[in-house]
């Protein structure tokens, strides 16, 4: 059997198609991006007082050294609305920037609205909050960050989370799992005389009631108990403490 060789220069040959060949079909990609460079002005997370002018610190973004142009937008938690000063809520703030080769790169901010009553004439605030489920306990349901109780129009009172932010903080699971609509009626804080509207938990549904509401204003807490019926008829018991936070 003969041995076949390929000659050098045909070789050569090949590998000449193969790289104009590569070439042409890669020469418009951009091999290196950069990605929108972040640096935040402030903090990250801000409480900021109801009623007061608020001015966002801003953040900055550079490609590779240079300025790009900053968007910014912001939703509130509890009324889905841009952030506004006259209306308790958390609220987060985007801002985002993109790079030359068109990729987008973002980074945020949380900026909680509130008012600390006096929880005699009011019981409006803002409030880390420490649930027991059932008898159940446990660290990371333990001065919870934070539940928001706002005063509305008609001299009702509502929380951000009737069931004191189990799901949402407790289990990480969210905003869609809050418990909203606690309205309460101070019918006599001094006396804790309240009347409370029943409300639901958003994404798994049933009905909640609420007894024991009281308020010490001494120990700046609020305590109640939300009896949760699920959509299946299983009962569930949150025992809720809500601790006054200065800011």
Known sequence: MKNISIKPLILLSLLAVCFVGCKDDTESI???TNYPD?????DAFIIHQLGDAFTDPGVTATEAGADLDVASSSMGTYTGGALDVN???EYHITYSATNKDGFAGTVGR???VANNGDLTSSIEGLYTSTVVRNGSAGPQYT???YIIIWKNTDGTY???DGIGGYYNMGRGYGPNYIAPGMVVTANDIATNDFSIADFGV???GGDCTTSGFTVDAGAKTINFISQWITPGGTEYNF???LTQVAF
């Open 30 to 32: 951009s091999r290196v």
């Open 38 to 42: 972040f640096t935040m002005n402030g």
């Open 87 to 89: 209306t308790s809520d």
């Open 110 to 112: 949380t900026v909680v």
């Open 143 to 145: 001065d919870m960050s």
């Open 158 to 160: 509502e929380l951000s």
């Open 202 to 204: 958003k994404s798994f």
């Open 239 to 241: 025992d809720v403490t």
